[in-house]
């Protein structure tokens, strides 16, 4: 089955902006932005984190990642996950 990412970012965040570029970069497929300002449990767990790259299976990536890191990240995604969206 395959996974949706979900990059949770704030607003007005640089290093979220830097992540973005980085995905472009490495060619990332389609993903949701979820804005963790206004969602008190949310905050609680991504606060300090953002952004944090998660595949839907639990597995998360913290800032900061490279292109390289990235596509690793995502191949193994992709194995455990039998593919992304």
């Keep these: 089955m395959r996974m949706p990412l979900i990059l ?6 640089h290093l979220c902006d ?4 980085v995905m472009a970069q490495a060619h ?6 979820v804005f963790i300002d206004d969602d008190a ?10 952004p ?3 595949d839907g299976t639990g597995a998360e990536l913290d800032w900061p990642f490279d292109a ?14 039998g593919g992304i969206t």
């Design 68 to 81: 390289a890191a990235l596509q690793a990240w995502l191949a193994r995604t992709a194995l455990r996950t």
């Design 18 to 21: 830097l992540a973005l570029e």
């Design 41 to 50: 449990a949310l905050e609680v767990r991504y606060g300090a984190r953002v």
């Design 8 to 13: 949770y970012q704030r607003d007005d965040c």
């Design 52 to 54: 944090v790259l998660c």
């Design 28 to 33: 990332v497929p389609d993903f949701d932005s």
